[in-house]
């Protein structure tokens, strides 16, 4: 039972369109929400992150949305470069479990030049 | 400032051998993590610690261990080798509601 779901195992977009990447979940008992990007040969790194109290937060280029309801989430990056290119990883944490977090199977975004 | 070191970074061993994965920290974060990734995989929890002294069981402990004597050492063994072993093994550390701050990993072929 994967709990948290990146149903797209790859995206590819043109330099300066949109890239929107996809997440759902099936625990409601997550209340915390990131997600992480992934160099090849290197470890994820924190990308951006959102409360579910939240449906809405941003920084910079990087958008994400949370519909609790549909237990979605999004990111979108706007607008896309070629160094956005990388494995996007969606987690979802519950805040009483010790910080642990469930990952997807990650999104390989490629931003065409 | 290292962060999350680990090593080594690369490894191959042999059906039934053992060896230890290091990871170290010098961000004194209480929280640890063990992960391993298979191929077009997301990571899986193997073991965590909440601090010096406390681990416990992820998603997929089985032929694994930890130990956790020290707040900027969390080693990772392997006792018995197996093929279902190989995967790149990630380290992680976080401090109160913070995101996890990963190593680079370990690459780790079991032959």
């Known amino acids: 039972d994967q709990q948290v779901k990146q149903n797209s195992p790859s995206l590819s977009v043109q330099e300066g369109r949109i890239s929107i990447l996809n997440c759902d979940y099936t625990?409601?008992?997550?209340?915390?929400f990131l997600w992480y990007k992934k160099y090849p040969a290197e470890g994820p790194t924190f990308l951006i992150s959102?409360?579910?109290?939240?449906d809405k937060n941003e920084d910079g280029r990087f958008t994400v949305f949370l519909n609790k309801s549909a237990k979605h989430l999004s990111l979108h990056i706007v607008p896309s470069q070629p160094g956005d290119s990388a494995v996007y990883f969606c987690?979802?944490?519950?805040?009483?479990?010790?910080?642990?977090?469930?990952f997807g199977d990650g999104t390989t975004l490629t931003v065409k030049p | 400032n290292a962060g999350v070191t680990q090593t080594p970074k690369f490894r191959i061993l042999k059906i039934g051998q053992s060896m230890t994965l290091q990871c170290a920290q010098d961000?004194?974060?209480?929280?640890m993590y063990w992960y391993r990734q298979d191929p077009g995989m997301g990571l899986k929890l193997i073991y965590y610690?909440?601090?010096?002294?406390?681990?416990d069981k992820g998603e997929v402990p089985n032929g694994y261990n930890v130990s956790r004597s020290t707040t900027e050492d969390f080693p990772l063994r392997l006792e018995l080798a197996a093929p279902s072993q190989t995967s790149v093994y990630f380290c992680?550390?976080?401090?109160?509601?913070?995101?996890?701050?990963f190593g680079d990993g370990t690459r780790l072929s079991i032959l």
């Open positions: 992680a550390t976080r401090t109160g509601f913070q995101p996890q701050h």
């Open positions: 625990n409601s008992m997550f209340d915390y």
């Open positions: 959102i409360s579910s109290i939240k």
């Open positions: 987690a979802a944490s519950s805040s009483t479990n010790a910080g642990k977090s469930t």
């Open positions: 961000m004194n974060h209480n929280y």
């Open positions: 610690s909440v601090g010096a002294g406390i681990t």
